[in-house]
């Protein structure tokens, strides 16, 4: 019984993560915008109905069910994202160190300095709240 609970919380974790990856690359492709990628780090629903209404083109109907599926998931994803997130930190800050090992000195300023620029602009959209 562990294994198999072990075994859903992975296969959940994964899928997660495949989504928010996903929508991530989808939206960098789609703005042409590094904001935009990072924060779809969390994972935004509100984003993510305006991103399929637009590129599906849903019907006000579709746009209404859709919108219902991911408020009823949200509560699970929020939990999820709550035990994952700590551990997705980690592994973000490790790649970070990975990256910055790989820069000229030059580089390292300026990416540093992107990544508190970012990290600034989600304390901001967070201290904003969800969109209406």
Known sequence: MKTTWKATLLLLATF????LAGGAAVAVADR???RRSHKQHRHDSD????FMTRRLQLTTAQRDSVQAILGRYKP????????LG???ETIKD???????RQLTPE???????LLERFEKERQDDERRGPKD
């Open 94 to 100: 490790s790649i970070s160190n990975d990256i910055r």
């Open 107 to 113: 580089q390292q300023i300026k990416y540093s300095e």
């Open 16 to 19: 997660a993560g495949g989504a």
């Open 76 to 83: 699970k994803m929020d939990s999820i994202w709550r035990q």
């Open 32 to 34: 042409g915008d590094l």
């Open 47 to 50: 984003d993510h109905l305006e």
């Open 86 to 88: 700590p551990r997705f």
